[in-house]
């Protein structure tokens, strides 16, 4: 801490005492020790800043630009004065976040016709307001530390000086935030760019394989169609059919992968009640699958948060997974559980079971046996289903059942009844 702030924490109150340095020494060290998140940073400085003004109410209201409202965000109150956290206010046309304001000291009914962060103790009815602004990196306006009593009353100098030291604790908390956020978005740009042009080589192998059969066979075709005996040019057509029709499944699965990847970036999820959607499905794929039975466990009254065609192409892929994976019929369920948390989906089948010792979820994976090398597919219907709940903010898992067959769970946040 610098000379200057301790001049500022060992200054004397507006009652005339003096206010050893060492107690709002430690109030700083540990906040700023203990800032997890803003909230954590601020109230005890609001608290602080409490005890020496005197005020009753001391709060940090945040600027939200794009709404063009301001938010209390943090608040300490004592006495009769309670301003509540949460509270939104608009933001008059005339301020920006460019908008440097100036330390504001006056009664709160006259302050609130020329300063727009007073709104809230004028709405109260509270007689005196101070406030300093927060200004973070870029000079730009974050928000207001304020402070507001039910009585009127003189704001020190002092007691200023002290709210402009807190708001710069603030503003440099905040734009430490930001720029860990930055680094964090950077980080996981640059994963996901590692992760795509991995994928792009992945995917370059999985089409070689049926290219240069169709090349090699088509060359023969050409060179030597007069010489070659009929069964031998049938052999070779049907080879080109195969290998055409093999590359252009694999094309197509290419395909729904990237639109998949453009989906995750425009999902528009909301509050969806699952029993519906899961029944619909169940119904489905029983009727489509007569050696399984779908049943469906999904009590009604259970909503997740989730865009639902892509909730649809979800499940409906991991149904589909049940089912060629079960070749030998059996009971497939689809059990819809919730949590204060989440809402969980379990499709629960009794086939094969998963492959050991590789995560089903990356792309291009499968397993070796000979069930699993039997049914078409190159391995990114599981990748495409991870992507996709991510996006939504949930979860998947898989796991082999002790007995037989897997089980996967797909966990959502919890969403409340929209009526």
Same mark, same amino acid.
């Given at each position: %801490?610098s000379e @200057?702030q301790e @001049?500022v924490l060992s200054s004397?109150?507006? &009652?005339g005492?003096v206010?050893p340095a060492g107690?709002?020494s430690?109030v700083?060290?540990?906040?700023?020790a203990?800032s997890?998140?803003?909230? *954590?940073?601020?109230?005890?400085?609001?608290e *602080?800043?409490?005890?020496?003004s005197?005020?009753?109410?001391?709060?940090?209201a945040?600027f939200?630009w794009?709404?063009?409202?301001? $938010?209390v965000?943090?608040v300490?109150?004592v006495g +009769?004065?309670q301003?509540?956290e949460g509270?939104? !206010?608009p933001?008059?046309?005339?301020?920006?976040q460019e /908008?440097l304001?100036?330390v504001?000291?006056?009664p709160?009914q006259l302050?609130?016709?020329a300063?727009?962060?007073s709104?809230v103790?004028q709405?109260l009815?509270?007689?005196a307001?101070?406030s300093v602004p927060?200004v973070?990196a870029?000079?730009?306006?974050?928000g207001?530390?304020?402070?507001?009593?039910q009585a009127p009353?003189d704001?020190?100098?002092?007691?200023?000086?002290? %709210?402009?030291f807190? #708001?710069?604790i603030?503003?440099d908390?905040? /734009?430490?935030?930001?720029? #860990?956020?930055?680094q964090?978005?950077a980080?996981?740009a640059?994963e996901?760019?590692?992760?795509?042009?991995?994928? !792009?080589?992945?995917?370059e192998? @999985?089409?070689k394989?049926p290219l240069t059969?169709? $090349?090699?066979?088509?060359?023969t075709?050409?060179?030597?169609?007069?010489? !070659?005996?009929d069964?031998h040019?049938? @052999?070779?057509?049907? %080879?080109l059919?195969?290998?055409a029709r093999?590359m252009?499944?694999?094309?197509? $699965?290419? !395909?729904?992968e990237?639109?998949s990847d453009?989906q995750t970036?425009e999902?528009?999820p909301?509050s969806?009640?699952? &029993?519906p959607l899961? +029944?619909m499905? *169940?119904? &489905?794929?029983?009727?489509v699958s007569p050696s399984?039975?779908?049943? *469906?466990?999904?009590?009604?009254?259970i909503?997740?948060w989730?865009?639902? #065609?892509?909730l649809?192409?979800?499940?409906?892929?991991?149904?589909?997974?049940? /089912? +060629?994976?079960?070749?030998?019929?059996?009971?497939i369920?689809?059990?819809?559980?919730?949590t204060p948390?989440?809402?969980?989906?379990d499709v629960i089948?009794?086939g094969?079971?998963l492959? $050991?010792?590789?995560d089903?979820f990356?792309p291009?994976?499968?397993?070796?046996?000979n069930?699993v /090398?039997?049914t078409p597919?190159?391995?990114?219907g599981?990748h495409?289903?991870r992507?996709?709940?991510v &996006? %939504?903010g949930?979860?998947?898992t898989?796991r082999?059942? +002790?007995?037989?067959?897997?089980?996967?769970?797909?966990?959502?946040?919890?969403?409340?009844d929209?009526?």
């Amino acid at each position: %801490m610098s000379e @200057q702030q301790e @001049q500022v924490l060992s200054s004397t109150d507006d &009652a005339g005492r003096v206010d050893p340095a060492g107690e709002f020494s430690q109030v700083v060290v540990r906040a700023v020790a203990n800032s997890g998140d803003l909230a *954590a940073l601020t109230r005890p400085l609001l608290e *602080a800043l409490a005890k020496l003004s005197g005020l009753e109410s001391t709060y940090l209201a945040v600027f939200d630009w794009d709404r063009r409202e301001q $938010e209390v965000r943090v608040v300490h109150s004592v006495g +009769k004065v309670q301003v509540r956290e949460g509270i939104r !206010l608009p933001l008059p046309a005339g301020i920006s976040q460019e /908008t440097l304001p100036g330390v504001t000291r006056s009664p709160a009914q006259l302050v609130a016709r020329a300063f727009p962060d007073s709104l809230v103790a004028q709405r109260l009815g509270l007689e005196a307001y101070v406030s300093v602004p927060v200004v973070v990196a870029q000079h730009q306006l974050f928000g207001m530390l304020c402070g507001a009593s039910q009585a009127p009353r003189d704001v020190s100098e002092t007691i200023v000086s002290v %709210m402009e030291f807190f #708001a710069q604790i603030i503003a440099d908390h905040v /734009t430490r935030a930001d720029v #860990a956020a930055t680094q964090q978005r950077a980080t996981v740009a640059e994963e996901k760019l590692s992760s795509r042009a991995t994928f !792009l080589v992945q995917a370059e192998h @999985q089409l070689k394989t049926p290219l240069t059969v169709l $090349e090699g066979a088509s060359m023969t075709l050409l060179d030597r169609w007069r010489e !070659l005996p009929d069964h031998h040019r049938v @052999q070779l057509l049907t %080879m080109l059919v195969r290998n055409a029709r093999d590359m252009a499944r694999r094309v197509d $699965e290419l !395909l729904v992968e990237a639109r998949s990847d453009v989906q995750t970036r425009e999902l528009v999820p909301t509050s969806v009640e699952l &029993a519906p959607l899961v +029944k619909m499905l *169940a119904e &489905a794929f029983g009727s489509v699958s007569p050696s399984h039975e779908v049943v *469906a466990e999904a009590p009604a009254g259970i909503f997740a948060w989730a865009d639902p #065609a892509p909730l649809y192409q979800v499940l409906g892929h991991l149904l589909d997974n049940a /089912t +060629k994976y079960s070749p030998g019929g059996g009971t497939i369920r689809v059990r819809v559980t919730k949590t204060p948390q989440d809402a969980q989906i379990d499709v629960i089948d009794e086939g094969v079971g998963l492959p $050991e010792g590789i995560d089903v979820f990356e792309p291009f994976l499968r397993g070796g046996s000979n069930e699993v /090398t039997a049914t078409p597919g190159i391995g990114l219907g599981l990748h495409i289903v991870r992507n996709l709940i991510v &996006a %939504m903010g949930g979860s998947v898992t898989a796991r082999r059942n +002790k007995t037989r067959g897997s089980t996967f769970t797909v966990r959502l946040p919890a969403a409340p009844d929209p009526a």
